[in-house]
């Protein structure tokens, strides 16, 4: 198989405070891949993302992208190639102008003069904010400041947008436009989330993180349908929300008009299959 | 910027003062507060001719005195440390009022207040007449570092960020049957500025890995700065 865009292999990472928050973190990402991150609260789910550019240092293991693992004299690279966009727009928003904001990414890469200029409107672009080019950020609603924020990062053309709780604090219109634009990008996606009909409509394939481990990684439906494991990882689905009513093929990674017939007899046949929980050892 | 619409100290001209660049002003400023600062204060007529030169400048710019006057309340604190020097400094005492006060202290009472209230009004009056971004820009092209720079714009940036932040808790402390101006209740927001503060220090933090997440290397680019 071909180099995977993400590839973490034994990760483990300790607090300067002594909390270890990663216990070795086997994950690989292909190109064109949207994966969604689950697991509870303190989980480690932003740890993981903090080492996918960088930021933190792994303890134990490796990280690399493409193929560059993500060491002191890539550091530059790895950021160009993995973009992050954090979950408060307000911290990823903090020029005068949206322009400026766009163009602060790919200008620290050195790109300059018209050649920026394309690569702010095209980023732009691609989030439906073109016309809002010259307004400050905070003049923005929310949803539109966290289109912005991905605008940010897709300026530098990365080969994988991680993104932290994209759908957190949106109302639904705006959840739903994000979504949109999320799957008319060609590029592989990485989303960390408590949002799981949001992972179900976006991300094919799952990954649950718990306790500083993987615990199950496989089809976003498979994961959502097996009771067990949702409730041994304090993963909830809302009110309400029963995956096997939903449109069939919808996060199986089947196209859904290829998709099998639907698997509606809830009657427990999904329950623990065993092949959603996947030990973090057989990952590789 | 942030500031730009409705910023409390901006005050939207079109006038010839409005219209000056921004960096003659800020030097103009600077001169003028430098220029009273050394003059002695016994040169009693000089400063209401300080006066009306800022007071000539904001009629010029359209800005009404009154507008100007309410924020100059900022001084307040200065005016009462000012008012407390002829009590307690040494030397020949005299009469004023029936009190018994000092000379020099009272000179330089005098000497503060007019400085200082003079600096208010120039400072104020530029606040009044240039847009916060377009402070900035002056300050950049008079080559000031640009990491001072670069500080100020945050601070401007994030400005209606922490003070939103401080509405929502003061919000918060009410509706729990707390009257944030009672001084029964400064040590709650006594705690809940702290608080504020832990919380802007962490929002640095966040901003900063968002930075570092695109590539920041301790400069901004120039290409980002237009």
Same mark, same amino acid.
């Given at each position: ?18 909390h ?25 789910k ?33 950021? !160009?190639?993995v ?7 307000d ?7 949206v !322009? ?30 073109a ?14 400041? !966290? ?8 300026a ?6 991680v ?19 999320? !799957? ?8 960390v ?16 993180l718990s ?11 498979d ?11 304090r ?36 329950v ?12 590789t | ?10 005050h939207h ?17 600077v001169?003028? $507060? ?7 204060r ?22 009404p ?7 100059? $309340? ?11 020097v ?7 005492r ?19 207040a007019?400085k200082?209230?003079?600096? $208010?009004?120039?400072?104020l ?9 377009d ?25 209606? $960020?922490?003070?939103?932040?401080l ?18 209740h400064?040590p ?7 608080a ?5 220090y ?6 900063h ?6 590539g920041?290397?301790g ?8």
């Open positions: 198989m071909s180099t995977p865009v993400l590839d973490v292999r034994g990760l483990a990472y300790g607090y300067p405070d002594g270890q928050a990663l216990f070795g973190v086997d994950l690989h990402v292909h190109r064109g891949e949207r994966v969604a991150l689950l697991g509870p609260n303190g989980a480690g932003t740890t993981l993302v903090l080492h996918l550019n960088g930021i933190l240092t792994a303890g134990a293991g490796s990280v690399a992208v493409s193929g560059l693992p993500v060491e002191k004299q890539h550091l530059q690279e790895v950021r !160009r190639r973009g992050i966009v954090f979950q408060d727009p911290d990823q928003l903090f020029m005068g102008t !322009r400026q904001d766009v163009a602060f990414g790919p200008a620290n890469l050195g790109v300059r003069g018209a050649d920026l200029d394309r690569r702010v409107m095209a980023a732009l672009e691609q989030v439906g904010m016309e809002h080019v010259d307004r400050p950020p905070h003049h923005l609603s929310f949803g539109q400041r !966290r289109r912005v924020a991905v605008a940010t990062v897709l530098m053309e990365p080969e994988v947008l993104l932290d709780e994209p759908s957190s604090n949106l109302d639904p219109a705006s959840r739903r436009e994000l979504a949109d634009i999320l !799957r008319s990008l060609d590029v592989t996606v990485l989303m989330t408590h949002d799981l009909p949001y992972a179900l409509e976006l991300c094919p394939r799952s990954v649950v306790g500083g481990t993987v615990v199950a990684d496989g089809s976003t439906y994961v959502l349908t097996d009771d067990a494991l949702m409730r041994a990882h993963l909830e689905l809302p009110f309400g929300f029963d995956p096997r009513s939903v449109r069939p093929g919808l996060g199986t990674g089947v196209a859904p008009d290829r998709a099998a017939p639907p698997r509606t007899d809830a009657a427990g046949g999904l623990a299959s065993p092949g959603t929980h996947t030990n973090p050892g057989d990952l | 910027m942030g500031a730009a619409h409705g910023h409390r100290l901006h001209g079109h006038s010839a003062v409005h219209r000056a660049p921004a960096h003659l002003k800020i030097l103009a400023l001169g003028f $507060v430098l220029l009273v600062v050394a003059t002695p016994e040169w009693y007529v000089a400063f209401p001719a300080y006066l009306a030169v800022v007071v000539g400048v904001v009629l010029t710019a359209r800005v005195l009154l507008w100007i006057v309410r924020r100059m $309340v900022v001084e307040v604190p200065f005016l009462v440390f000012a008012a407390l002829p009590f307690v400094a040494h030397g020949p005299t009469e004023v009022l029936g009190l018994s006060v000092s000379e020099p202290g009272l000179v330089a009472a005098w000497g503060l007019v200082a209230t003079l600096g $208010v009004m120039a400072s009056t530029l606040a009044a007449t240039t847009e916060p971004v402070v900035l820009r002056g300050l950049r092209r008079l080559h000031v570092p640009s990491l001072m720079v670069e500080i100020m714009s945050f601070m401007l940036r994030y400005l209606d $960020v922490v003070t939103a932040d509405g929502r808790m003061l919000t918060a402390m009410r509706s729990r049957g707390c009257d944030p101006r009672s001084p029964r400064w709650a927001l006594a705690r809940s500025l702290g504020l503060f832990i919380r802007s962490e929002r640095g933090e966040r901003v890995l968002a930075m570092l997440s695109r920041y290397t400069s901004l680019p120039t290409g980002a700065d237009q």
